[in-house]
């Protein structure tokens, strides 16, 4: 071959590469140079049958040819990997501030939302959020919250009973409230304590604003040195973070509770609006929680010192304060399972309760 038809293969085979389009066609190009059967490998071959001097002139020439399509195969098959994996990442690109395709069945039942709001809010404030059992005995439903045997109170609890065990002494109940939270977790833990503790709870009762089973949480504080102006503003905070407005007004009346003294029910103030009633204003008042300062005799009953610890407890209806946030007036309805309510009320699943972003989003 002369040196004009080598600088001629060598124009060719680069040309080739360069509109190698893609991986395959430039394998099929470097096989057909460099292959066994390849045009520059036959070039390779021919060195062996020239004389030593025109070994020494081809030579140079024939291995330079070969380095020189390799080095531009090599840098052909980079440009198009790369151009390759860009259009990959392009493809597959996943714009994670896109909303989800959110399902249209399946929500959040309002009672749950309003639960995982409380423990936001009251997480903010530095409450845990505790639980307890709803099959309760009645030592920590009644008794070490000073409600003894014959207190007329137990009464008024609508208990639901469970049978006697063999022995005939341990009578079960259905929890009637949150309250033996507060016994249970004195008697766990060492105070300081803040707590909420949201859960079912159960009273033979039943009309549109009660039902057998309803919702209540619970709040409880134990630390040296506090007074009932902490119970004030942190139900007053808790109100206004709750129902998003400022203008919340409440008000404490004087009440009894055998294990809070002195006992308060909070109202809070509404105003009409359209005819509606509407929390915030004062232009009528309605009860949403009890509350006083935990009872000496209930500090004492969970092995604490009653001198050295104080604190408040709140109780409050969870499904009330759902049914006056997000306009519901049957609380049977709540329920019934009725997937038309459901839909019309939950919440979506991704909605998360923040309070930067407004508890009730
Ligand atoms: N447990 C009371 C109830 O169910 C509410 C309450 C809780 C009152 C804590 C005072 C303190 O009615």
């Known amino acids: 071959m002369t040196t004009d038809e080598i600088d001629q293969l060598r124009e060719d085979v680069l040309a080739a590469i360069d509109v190698a389009a893609g991986p395959d066609a430039l394998e099929a190009v470097r096989v057909h140079a460099l292959g066994k059967q390849g045009t520059v490998t036959a070039l390779l071959k021919s060195l062996g049958k020239m004389t030593p001097e025109e070994r020494q002139v081809q030579g140079p020439r024939i ?10 195969i090599g840098a052909r098959r980079e440009k198009l990997e790369a151009a390759i994996l860009a259009d990959k990442l392009a493809s597959e690109t996943l714009d994670m501030t896109l909303p989800v395709d959110v399902p249209t069945s399946g929500t959040v039942h309002p009672v749950s939302q309003v639960m995982d709001e409380l423990a936001e809010i009251f ?10 059992p709803e099959i309760e005995d009645d030592w920590h439903n009644f008794t070490a919250l000073n409600i003894p045997d014959t207190h007329p109170a137990r009464a008024m609890h609508d208990t639901f009973y469970f049978p006697p065990d063999d ?34 709870t159960y009273r033979s009762d039943s009309d549109a604003t009660h039902t057998p089973m309803f919702h209540q949480v619970e709040g409880l504080v134990i630390d040296k040195g506090i007074t009932l102006g902490h119970l004030k503003w942190t139900l007053e905070t808790f109100l206004k973070a709750f129902f998003e407005r400022d203008d919340i007004v409440l ?43 935990v009872h000496p005799k209930v500090i004492e009953a969970c092995g604490l010192d009653p001198k050295e610890w104080q604190g408040f407890a709140f109780g409050c209806g969870i499904d009330r304060l759902a049914m006056l946030k997000y306009g519901m007036d049957d609380l049977r309805a709540f329920f019934d399972g009725d997937l038309r309510w459901l839909r019309h009320y939950g919440f979506s699943a991704l909605d998360v309760p923040t309070l930067s972003g407004g508890v009730g989003a």
Do not use: C
């Not at 291995?63 to 531009?72: I, P």
């Not at 997480?123 to 307890?132: I, K, M, P, Q």
């Not at 005939?168 to 507060?182: C, D, N, Y």
């Open 167 to 200: 022995s005939g002494e341990q009578k079960m109940l259905l929890r009637t409230h949150t309250s033996p939270v507060q016994i249970r977790t004195m008697v766990d833990q060492k105070p300081p304590i803040r707590i909420i503790a949201p859960g079912r």
């Open 251 to 293: 008000r404490l009346r004087p009440s009894y509770f055998p294990f809070t003294e002195p006992s308060a029910e909070v109202d809070v103030g509404f105003s009409i609006e359209k005819g509606k009633r509407v929390i915030g204003g004062s232009e009528g008042w309605m009860e949403v929680l009890g509350s006083g300062m």
């Open 63 to 72: 291995h330079g040819l070969r380095e020189a399509v390799n080095a531009a």
């Open 123 to 132: 997480a903010d404030l530095g409450f845990a959020v505790a639980t307890g």
